[in-house]
């Protein structure tokens, strides 16, 4: 959203006043009892429930410019750093990567500094409520004397392209550049995740970028910067690895700095090797599984069990990377299920009867820990559920040690409501989470509209059984539309991330009539009657279609398309001419009818667009391979070919490009049957081996639930 940053960054300064204010009347005291640091000093300590905020003083002259870090895995890291009359200088949440905090700051007067090291919990709740964990904390300044190797210092100019080896350390390239210039720096690099930055001529960040999106890989790109002033600027070269606290990632690189304005598809002269294709690599037949209402959902590997019961408190300790709990369950249960730790940043997956998954959650049980529901069951069966950590998902790092796991069945009253009835109602520390349950039938098409004047406060849409699950947070927002397939019950789940309250809200489940429109056949229409337009076309699996908006600058609008399962396809805002959105060349995943909703950019601007689905055919890999793109803007692609009844066929996967995690998975369907289902791993090429059911159209459907990128090549395979 264009003033989502303005308006972040407002609500933290008004934070910081609150804590400051709180805190006024014992700055004083906060002062005396402060522990001193030196620059160039690193400190270990803890937070309790009863101490919240750890006090450190320094003394340091105007002009130094200082660095203090503060790294925890127990709590999500907050820094405020305080001149000697309480006045707030600096305050940060995440800038040293994860979930550390980091303040790089010029002083500006000769004196004593203080830093409230604290966690994100105790900032935003003035002290009520606590992170509790170890923690390190690090000052340094720009002339602290360390035993690590001095940043090395190289000049580049405008044009210039430079080769270099990134060794561990950090690399400077310096320039000097006039207010008003505008400049495009590209780190490109076949070894290591890039990260660059931009500083000024105090070492302040400007500017930073790891994965520059348009392209769909690990370079880095900062595009279009205005210069503010005259004067000497930094890039500074470094890996991903390295600013998350990963590893030290190493290997050769290229740093382009353009002068003028670029453009995404702007050429940069930084020589690519071409990368040799891996010769193919055999994979075992998979056995096909039983069929499933979602084929992209990925199932549950076997593994030993624990058995948990509604209103169960476990107390364990996880020493491999997983742990399993399964339950029975009836239809229609409203369930909670939460996974608390202070040894590991947790997270929670949830298993039908059949392994495959349909939910799960990170950080929405608060201070890093998790919780799945309210959930309603949609059919009667044994259930799983794994207890894991963060660190394992994301990076494949084990994380071991002691949590409480506790499953129950509705802790909170259920509140039926109805169609479009409007509800106010306010979440406080009495009434933290408020459920709402409605139910719609087959052939209605319902949007949720949802309104709050807080950032921390969300609204979560989900259907019984997991089949939809979608979620806003502030407002305004809208969820979905959702064609409903099937009578069904949705849950909306009302809650908050900071739990402090009290917060106001409104929402509303709404029908709407659907504008029918058929490919390359364009409607003009507005926002007369409705603050958002939903337009539905049937679609197949595999076609190419391109979705455009033309207002002619009468009204700056946005589009989400969302598949007939009523899972998000893709969406856009200002890609087209002037502020117009488009969608193009996205892959339809399946047969059916799908929703394009349009809305406007700033609630309540109006006027007339035109909008248009053009098809360019499918994706067949019949006769030729085919390279589907799958990304945070498109979250699923597909390509087809045509069986016959009793064919054995081979299908090739070979993977062109990939961001960093990326896990493709990928499945093979007919109808509603599973021929063969399998994740692509860290392999360059997977062989899937079916066997087809019968004559007609079989679909290769490819995911990736990290959103990260991923380019794969389809082919049929022949064996020689």
Do not use: C, W
């Amino acid at each position: 959203m264009k003033d989502i940053n303005e308006r972040s960054s407002n609500m933290k300064r008004i934070l910081v006043v609150l804590l400051i204010l709180t805190l006024g009347h014992s700055i004083l005291q906060a002062q005396e009892d402060a522990i001193p640091i030196d620059i160039g000093q690193t400190v270990e300590g803890s937070l309790s429930e009863t101490q919240p905020f750890a006090y450190y003083t320094f003394e340091a002259d105007a002009g130094t410019v200082v660095s203090i870090t503060l790294v925890s895995s127990d709590f999500d890291a907050y820094l405020v750093l305080l001149d000697s009359n309480g006045n707030v200088i600096a305050e940060d949440d995440d800038s040293a990567g994860r979930l550390n905090a980091m303040i790089t700051t010029e002083l500006s007067d000769t004196g004593v500094y203080l830093i409230n090291a604290t966690s994100l919990r105790a900032y935003r709740s003035e002290g009520e409520f606590a992170g509790v964990g170890n923690y390190e904390l690090t000052l340094t300044s720009d002339d602290t004397t360390t035993t690590l190797e001095p940043i090395i210092d190289i000049s580049i100019a405008y044009g210039d392209v430079i080769t270099g080896n990134l060794s561990g350390e950090p690399i400077n390239f310096t320039f000097e550049a006039s207010s008003g210039d505008v400049i495009t720096a590209t780190l490109e690099s076949d070894e290591f995740d890039t990260y660059l930055f931009l500083l000024d001529a105090n070492g302040v960040e400007l500017a930073r970028n790891d994965d520059f999106e348009p392209f769909e890989n690990t370079n880095s790109r900062i595009e279009n910067f205005v210069i503010p002033e005259d004067g000497t600027y930094t890039l500074q070269v470094n890996s991903f690895g390295a600013v998350v606290g990963i590893d030290e990632e190493s290997g050769t690189f290229n740093l382009a700095l353009m002068p003028g304005v670029a453009t995404s598809s702007t050429p940069v002269p930084i020589p690519s090797p071409t990368a040799t294709p891996p010769p193919p690599m055999p994979s075992p037949t998979a056995t096909p599984l039983p069929p499933i209402p979602s084929p992209t959902m990925t199932p549950l590997p076997p593994t030993s069990n624990t058995e948990i019961a509604y209103g169960d408190v476990i107390e364990g300790y996880l020493s491999t990377n997983t742990a399993r709990f399964t339950f029975n369950g009836t239809a229609g249960d409203i369930i909670n299920i939460t996974l608390n730790s202070s040894d590991f940043d947790s997270y929670l997956l949830l298993y039908d009867e059949n392994g495959f998954e349909i939910a799960r959650d990170d950080d929405s049980g608060g201070d890093l820990n998790s919780r799945i529901g309210p959930f309603e069951l949609a059919q009667s069966g044994t259930y799983t559920i794994e207890v894991t950590t963060y660190s394992y998902i994301s990076y494949n790092e084990t994380g071991t040690g002691n949590f409480v796991l506790r499953l129950n069945t509705a802790i909170t009253e259920t509140i039926e409501i109805g169609l479009n009835e409007e509800i106010s109602d306010t979440l406080s520390n009495e009434t933290p989470l408020l459920v709402y349950r409605v139910s719609a039938s087959a052939g209605d098409v319902i949007m949720l509209t949802f309104d709050t004047t807080s950032y921390s406060v969300y609204a979560r849409l989900t259907a019984a059984g997991g089949t939809v699950s979608q979620e806003t947070y502030g407002g305004p927002g809208i969820l979905g539309p959702i064609i409903v397939s099937e009578d069904t019950n949705y849950l909306i789940t009302v809650g908050s991330y900071d739990q402090y309250g009290p917060y106001d809200f409104t929402l509303t489940i709404n029908t709407t009539n659907p504008v029918a429109i058929a490919y390359d056949t364009p409607v003009t229409t507005n926002f007369d009657e409705s603050p958002a337009q939903v337009f539905t076309f049937e679609g197949n699996a595999g076609d190419i279609i391109d979705v455009t908006v033309d207002s002619g600058g009468a009204v700056d609008a946005r589009i989400s398309l969302t598949s007939p399962e009523s899972g998000t396809i893709a969406s856009d805002d200002d890609s087209g001419s002037g502020f117009d959105p488009e969608l193009l060349n996205i892959i339809l995943p399946e047969d059916g009818r799908y929703a394009i909703v349009a809305q406007p950019y700033i609630p309540g601007d109006n006027g007339n667009f035109t909008i248009n689905v053009a098809n360019s055919g499918v994706l067949s890999i019949d006769e030729a391979a085919q390279v589907i793109r799958v990304s945070d803007k498109q979250t699923r692609g597909t390509v087809v070919l045509e069986g016959t009844a009793g064919e054995t066929v081979l299908i090739s996967a070979r993977v062109l490009a990939r961001g960093r995690d990326s896990q493709p998975y990928i499945t093979v369907t007919q109808n509603d049957a599973i021929l063969a289902s399998n994740p692509i791993g860290d392999v360059e090429r997977l062989i899937l081996e079916f066997v087809v059911p019968e004559d007609g159209i079989v679909q290769i459907n490819v995911e990736d639930s990290y959103y990260t990128g991923v380019i794969i090549e389809f082919s049929i395979f022949n064996v020689e």
